[in-house]
Nanobody, 125 residues
Framework: QVQLVESGGGSVQSGGSLRLSCVAS????????MGWFRQAPGKEREGVAS???????TYADSVKGRFTISRDSAKNTLYLQMNNLKPEDTAMYYC???????????????????RGQGTQVTVSS
């Protein structure tokens, strides 16, 4: 059974940084796609970033240059380093993982089979 557990959310001021973590248990696909998506109140879910087993990363234009996705395979942990945060980044952030490789980059993260419960990020101006 695959479980994804996020942590690292919180409240920061505009320009601040946070690092989200997602520990994956029971997830052992040799080919995989993992990523982060977010959802703000009253808004659609939005793919933020993705990473594949070959290390290819993709980012939404809204976060490119500010967010970095990475994975530590030894720790089965996915990260999202978020710098220069803006109030519009405020949302619940979810970790997601596919059952095998899934094409489409960050656009497809919201379609991945497995997802965590989310961690709240609040950025004040």
């Amino acid at each position: 059974q695959v479980q994804l557990v996020e942590s690292g959310g919180g409240s920061v001021q505009s320009g601040g940084s946070l690092r989200l973590s997602c520990v994956a248990s029971g997830y052992s696909y040799r080919s995989y796609s993992m990523g982060w998506f977010r959802q703000a109140p009253g808004k659609e879910r939005e793919g933020v970033a993705s990473i594949d087993n070959d290390g290819l990363t993709t980012y939404a234009d809204s976060v490119k240059g500010r967010f970095t996705i990475s994975r530590d395979s030894a720790k089965n942990t996915l990260y999202l380093q978020m710098n220069n945060l803006k109030p519009e980044d405020t949302a619940m952030y979810y970790c997601a993982a596919s059952a095998g490789y899934y094409p489409g980059g960050y656009h497809s993260v919201i379609e991945y089979m497995f997802r965590g419960q989310g961690t709240q990020v609040t950025v004040s101006s």
